[in-house]
């Protein structure tokens, strides 16, 4: 069964740096994008950024210049560098792969637990 596990969520002040890391496991073949997602106490789930196979980028308007995806394909791992972090930026921030192929299973989407960011003023 794969799953996604995301780590290196925390608490920061205003102005700081976190990174967050992605983990897939579970005997995987491929993966098409990768993306991360966030949600706020009181809001919708919104997209972060979001990875393709190929490493083309996208990113949601208010994270340009200030967050980075990357993915490391050979393990199967995605990250978010945060920089220049906003109180506004607090939310649980879920990791999302796409298209995964592991074994001789296929899985639309496959959705972390989610880790917690927290930005202080």
């Known amino acids: 069964q794969v799953q996604l596990v995301e780590s290196g969520g925390g608490l920061v002040q205003a102005g700081g740096s976190l990174r967050l890391s992605c983990a897939a496991t579970?005997?995987?073949?491929?993966?098409?994008?990768m993306a991360w997602y966030r949600q706020a106490p009181g809001k919708h789930r919104e997209l972060v950024a979001n990875i393709s196979s190929s490493g083309a980028t996208n990113y949601a308007d208010s994270v340009k210049d200030r967050f980075t995806i990357s993915r490391d394909s050979a393990k199967n791992m995605v990250y978010l560098q945060m920089t220049s972090l906003k109180p506004e930026d607090t939310a649980v921030y879920y990791c999302?792969?796409?298209?995964?192929?592991?074994?001789?299973?296929?899985?639309?989407?496959?959705w972390g637990r989610g880790t917690r960011v927290t930005v202080s003023s």
């Open positions: 999302n792969a796409d298209d995964v192929r592991a074994g001789r299973h296929r899985y639309l989407e496959v």
């Open positions: 579970g005997s995987i073949v491929s993966i098409n994008a």
